[in-house]
């Protein structure tokens, strides 16, 4: 289902010196780092983090990820990491903005794809698994009623 009422998550944290490089900007690839970040914060409220998939017998590799650098955090900048569910049926879909805190600017914006593999076989499922898609789905109806 595509648009699920935006379903989110954020993180808020602070830019660190050892994400930096010497002119004090983010280096480039630690913006996938800050994606991850939320998409922790998304599955955990969802309650199907990476211990719950590990246990459920399904493991979730990254098959495509883009992102649109619009503007550079720097050192000491606060950003705000917000994760919105896309799509949860047939693949893991994850939209994300990384929003200057201070100044509520969006400054990288991307999306994630995410397939469902069976471990005990290895096995790509077309689908996400019904333990998944049903945490999703009850959590959304809670969302609905509030």
């Known amino acids: 289902m595509m648009g699920h009422r935006n379903l989110t998550a954020e993180i808020e944290f602070t830019v ?33 983090g990476y211990t ?9 590799p990254v098959t495509g990820i883009s992102l649109k650098y619009i503007r550079s955090f720097k050192f000491g900048d606060k950003i705000l990491a917000r994760a919105i569910l896309d799509e949860y049926e047939n693949c893991l879909r994850i939209r994300y903005e990384l929003i200057n805190s201070e100044t509520g600017v969006i400054c990288t914006k991307g999306v994630s794809t995410q397939m469902a593999v069976n471990t005990a076989t290895g096995d790509s499922c077309f689908t996400c698994p019904q333990i998944f898609i049903g945490k999703v789905e009850r959590l959304l109806a809670l969302t609905v009623s509030e």
């Open 16 to 48: 660190e010196f050892y994400d930096v490089d010497s002119m004090g900007i983010v280096w480039h690839g630690n913006y996938i780092k800050y994606f991850e970040k939320a998409r922790c914060a998304l599955l955990n409220r969802i309650g199907y």
């Open 52 to 60: 719950d998939m590990k246990t459920s017998g399904y493991a979730f």
